[in-house]
């Protein structure tokens, strides 16, 4: 057995139990899932589950296998282990580095992908865990898929019929991007299941707004013992212009979908104008629908009752990637030049920054693979930070990305002053960002969405278990780059489920970052 994945229990003394717990809970609370919601994909009962995160419970291998897999948390491994990650600081980076294409945009394309009968070729996708998991249930559906070549060009051809009675229930427990085949598939089937992972409890924050917008299509959903249940009642149609109750991505995403192949038009209010939902909107102009309005907030889209067509579409490059090697040379005080930059979705971005001191240059802009989105060339120069006179915090775009917001945490630490970060969106996410005090910071956690951080900090290197967030996840890493010794990241599965490569990509800029096992 090597140690547990997301909190170990080597070198440990005392209360393993109750550390083990501890991590149970948070990577629970992360998924979004009440006790009681763990414990019915458990089969067992919440008291149970109350007492194991109380560490009053003694635990056999299994069941930790069995939690891990619900929660997609790897608590414990056998064999090699989980693969940690050890850096030597402190780092000066230097040279050039290409940023990838968008994580989010690539998920949103594959779900898309199941409009189309016809063979459908994406380029450069970003090959991730989780583009790994749909894969898993695209190709347990029947779909057939294969990458191409070294460039990542990824071949989605789908069936004459789907096999929802075999979908991988695994995979799809593992994403919570199942959500967004709702507006794929109520297209062509009157009834449907599909099972869904932990956070996508009916009436949440995060779902509710997609039913209320699938409704006007005649999609019923029943959430029951983790399933959709899906039903279209195919007389109901949008009979006015459907007003997103939220502005997020995938709700926009799922709503497209769901209007693509609606012969009429459909008219999308308070819609995301984000970097994904631009991608999906070229990718489905591609199929042959009509939208007029990308990237504004109201989406006026005329759909196509079937669409068979070969088509070869190019995601544009990540703006999170591109802020994470932004931060990445602002925290080391380093010199490098972020190619293929889309500018568009770091505006806001860079201002904030500016206002703090940042210098920096860009190239002039040219376009993307995708013939639409603006890139540049970014080059970092050496800063000296102040803390802005105001909060940061996030909002649907054009403002500072959601997903962003993170990364602010880190640069704030090193800035002169003290910062607010207010991560209005998630309830449990800014916790995370108190584990940057392991490392020498100071950052006081105000209330669930409120963090203040007082620089600038001497980060000094230590041990740190990788919290269950993908981006305080990396927040910590890049951390670690400005650390004077030898850090360890413990269990970093979350890393390589958003970032290909990203520990391997910053060495090539100078970094030291050695992964390791546990034997």
Known sequence: MSETSLGTVTGYTGDYKGRIGNIIR?????????????????????????????????????????????????????????????????????????????????????????????????????????????????????????WLNDENDLEIVPPKELRLDAIDEVAARRTRTIINFLGPLLH?????????????????????????????????VKATEGSYHAQVNRAIEPSAPIVLTERGDTVTTNTLMAAARRPGTTVIRNASSNYMVQDLCFYLQKLGVVIEGIGTTTLTVTGLASIDVDVDYAPSEDPIEAMSLLAAAIVTKSSITIRRAPIEFLEIELATLGEMGFHYGLSEEYVARNGRTRLVDLTTYESD????????HPMPFPGLNIDNLPFFAVIAAVAEGQTMLHDWVYENRAIYLTELNKLGGHVKLLDPHRVMIEGPTHFSGTEVVCPPALRPAVVILLAMLASKGTSVLRSTYVIHRGYEDLAERLNLLGANIEPFRDI
């Open 385 to 392: 930070l102040h803390a802005p006179l105001d909060k940061i």
């Open 26 to 146: 948070d990577a629970r609370k992360h998924r979004g899932l009440t006790q009681a919601q763990l414990a019915d994909l458990l089969s067992t009962s919440q008291s149970a589950i109350n007492r194991i995160e109380k560490g009053h419970q003694n635990l056999s291998l299994e069941m930790l296998a069995r939690i891990g897999a619900a929660l997609d948390s790897e608590i414990v491994a056998l064999g090699a282990g989980p693969t940690h990650l050890r850096v030597t600081g402190p780092t000066t980076l230097s040279g050039s580095i290409d940023v990838k294409t968008s994580k989010n945009a690539g998920v949103a394309l594959l779900c898309a992908s199941l409009l189309n009968r016809g063979r459908t070729t994406l380029r450069k996708v970003a090959r991730i865990e989780e583009v790994n998991r749909i894969l898993e249930v695209l190709n347990s559906l029947g779909v057939q898929t294969r």
């Open 188 to 220: 062509d089937y009157d009834t449907f299941e599909l099972p869904y992972a932990g956070g996508c409890d009916l009436g949440t924050r995060t779902v509710e707004p997609h039913m209320t917008a699938l409704r006007s299509f005649g999609l019923d």
